[in-house]
C-alpha cells in the first residue's frame, strides 16, 4: 500500500516536464525508423512519461507494483486505448516486444535477486535498433545510506557504478551516459544527495 510519502510523489511528479533521458529516447526513434510503434515505462507512477509517450505516438505499457500508480493512470488514462496498464513488480511483468524501454527512477528498487533476470527480459524483449533509456543508483545516493527510510518507502534498493553498468550492457550501443551528483531537497522537503547514472542506449544485435 502507498504511504503518505509515495503519495506525495505522485502528486508533485504528476505534470512534470519530460526527462533529458526519455526526450532524448524518443528523438532517436524519429516514425519513419520505428519497427514497432510501441513503449514499456517501468514503474509508471502517477503517469508522467505515459503522456509523454503517447503525445510522441506511441503505444504504451505501463506497470508499477503500486496499486495507487495503476490506479492513478487508470482514470487519467482511461478513454486511451492505446495505454495498457498493469500491476506487477520488473520481474512479473510480461514484457511485449517494443522499439523503447524506459526506467527513471524505478529499477533503483529491482531486488538484487531478480536484476540480471530483469535485464534479460528487457533486452529480450526490445527490436534491432530498439531503445533502453534508464537511471540507476549510484551508492553515494542517500536512499544508499542508513539515512533512507525503508519502512517509508520500499525495502530493495539496488545501488551500482559506472564499471559494473557499463559492463551489463557492454552488447549496446551506448549513445549517452551521465553521472548525476547534487545536493537538494526531495518532494517531501527532506536533504538529499542524489547519486545517478542515466544511460541511453540502442539494441544492434539479436
Known sequence: MATKEINQYYDATASR??????AFAVSLLPKSERNVNVAIDCGCAAGADIAY????GFSVYGYDVE??????????????????????SFN?????????VYADASL?????????????????CLVVGGIFA??????????????????VFWSDVLTTDETALKAKFADYEMMKFTEHESDGLTVQGQPHHWHIFSMVMRKVNH
Open 67 to 88: 496499486a495507487e500508480a495503476i490506479a492513478r493512470c487508470t482514470q487519467r488514462f482511461r478513454n486511451d486505448v492505446e495505454v495498457s496498464l498493469t500491476q506487477a
Open 134 to 151: 534508464a537511471s540507476f543508483l549510484g551508492h553515494r545516493d542517500t536512499m544508499a545510506t542508513s539515512d533512507y527510510d525503508q519502512d
Open 53 to 56: 509517450l503517447r503525445q510522441h
Open 17 to 22: 516536464e519530460a526527462r533529458v533521458g526519455l
Open 108 to 124: 533503483f528498487f529491482c531486488p538484487k535477486s531478480d536484476f540480471d533476470e530483469v535485464v534479460t527480459k528487457i533486452k529480450g
Open 92 to 100: 512479473s511483468f510480461s514484457y511485449p516486444t517494443a522499439s523503447i
